[in-house]
Structures are given as structure tokens and as C-alpha cells.
């Protein structure tokens, strides 16, 4: 079955941090650049990070840059992204996104 899950979202503080996983399943995982995707309440869903099939390239939404990390192990067919220092308006449905698949999302709430 072809399928992304995400998984590690949750609640925490302003200026904690949150890892995100996403499995992969059922594709040449390897071989597609993949995705971070973001949706607030009220808003459309942005783009936050992306890595391609390698992992030698990446790119971040200027809202993110120095504060969150994309990565892949494609042994494991998994892609993360450690966000630091979060901050209440990274409150947001996580979507992982790869071979024109969606995953689920995970809600990652920041609020004292």
C-alpha cells in the first residue's frame, strides 16, 4: 500500500521543540524529493521544508530557516523534521508529502 504517516506532533511551550516523523510505504522512497507541508486553522496550507532524493539539498520557508530541520534516512524510508524553538504561530496541522502522496498530518500545538 502506497502511504505516508506522520507522526510526533503534540502540545508544547513556546521555545520547546518537537521532532515530526513520516514512514513511507509501498514507493521507491529514495528516489523523490519530499516534503514538509503546514496548515493553520483559517489558512492555506504552506510549504515548510523540503530534501531531495539524496538529502544533499534542502530548502525552508524564511519563516523556519535556523529553527527547523529536514532529513531523510532512506534505508529506513523515513523523513523528519526537528523543529526548535517553536513559537505559537507553528501552531499548525503537519503534512508529510512525496510522490504526489499525502500523508495524514499530525497537529503540533504551541501554547503555555
Known amino acids: 500500500q502506497v502511504q505516508l504517516v506522520e507522526s510526533g506532533g503534540g502540545l508544547v511551550q513556546p521555545g520547546g521543540s518537537l521532532r515530526l516523523s513520516c514512514a513511507a510505504s509501498?514507493?521507491?522512497?529514495?528516489?523523490?524529493?519530499m516534503y514538509w507541508y503546514r496548515q493553520a486553522v483559517g489558512k492555506e496550507r504552506e510549504l515548510v521544508a523540503s530534501?531531495?532524493?539524496?538529502?544533499?539539498?534542502?530548502n525552508y520557508a524564511d519563516s523556519v530557516k535556523g529553527r527547523f530541520t529536514i532529513s531523510r534516512d532512506n534505508a529506513k524510508r523515513m523523513v523528519d523534521l526537528q523543529m526548535n524553538s517553536l513559537r505559537p504561530e507553528d501552531t499548525a496541522v503537519y503534512y508529510c508529502?512525496?510522490?504526489?502522496?499525502w500523508g495524514q498530518g499530525t497537529q503540533v500545538t504551541v501554547s503555555s
Open positions: 509501498g514507493f521507491t522512497f529514495s528516489a523523490y524529493t
Open positions: 530534501i531531495r532524493s539524496t538529502g544533499g539539498g534542502t
Open positions: 508529502y512525496g510522490r504526489a502522496i
